[in-house]
């Protein structure tokens, strides 16, 4: 089985990351890391850059995990590139980071864990930062 974390480079996907790492290793589990971003010509704050991406793979070296991370831009959102995977890999959990929002923030902007909450077949696991 594998542990799936969708990872922004944000308090609230290290929160997800850190989950992620100590269930996978309760479990002894495959864990999968994914940072997506549809790509385009505007800057996307959840794409994680080169050093964040370094950071991490570093995380996942030293936790001794059988881990990988995976960063897609093709084109496709977020909530696609999970969903794909959810279907396509045996996903015992994903886990997901939130953030605090306003009920306006809520209401004009989509949010990518709502949709991941009601569209994933999967168990998932929402965690808050400590931020």
Known sequence: MTVLVAYVPRPEGQAALDKGIEIAKRRNEHLLVVNASPGGKKEDPAFADVQDFERVEQLLRDS???????????????????????????????????RKRSPVGKLIMGSVAQELLLSVPCPVLAVKSAT
């Open 64 to 98: 001794g995990l059988n881990a990988e991370l995976k960063q897609y831009v093709r084109g496709k959102t977020a909530v696609e590139e999970i969903e794909a995977l959810v279907e396509t890999l045996p996903v015992s959990v994903l886990i997901i980071g939130l």
